[in-house]
């Protein structure tokens, strides 16, 4: 069960999610939606300890600067792409080493945001 205002009216969506299907009931009409969920292989950017924007967008927020420690699943970057805000995330605990944009830039889909150098884990 969804509730939503929009332009002053409230909805309300009745919806069943299985695995990554959302099927959305409103009104007697049916909405099928695939959810997307953001994965981060470790080949993709835990080894290499970098983020790439994952669309055209542009940069609204840069939550970290160089020299900062973060740690996994924190926000770093915030994009906006067709009308919708996306949390780039640390994929694993690091420093941010390098970034490569600003506030406002324009970037596009695969440029490179910014860099962590990725803390390795101790072994006992």
Not at 14 to 35: A, I, K, W
Request: hydrophobic share 45%; net charge negative.
């Amino acid at each position: 069960y969804l509730q939503a205002v929009i332009n002053g009216h409230r909805l309300s969506v009745h919806g069943n999610l299985h695995d990554d299907q959302l099927v959305l009931f409103y009104e007697g009409d049916t909405f099928s939606c695939t959810v997307y969920r953001e994965t981060f292989g470790t080949q993709d950017l835990a080894a290499e300890g970098s983020l790439k924007a994952p669309m055209n967008g542009a940069v609204v927020a840069i939550m970290v600067a160089a020299g900062d420690t973060v740690t996994a699943g924190q926000t770093l970057v915030i994009m906006e792409a067709m009308k919708m805000e996306h949390a780039i995330k640390a994929p694993a605990d690091g420093v941010v080493s390098e970034l490569f944009f600003a506030e406002g830039d324009q970037v596009a889909e695969g440029n490179e945001l910014l860099a962590i150098d990725v803390t390795e884990e101790e072994t006992t």
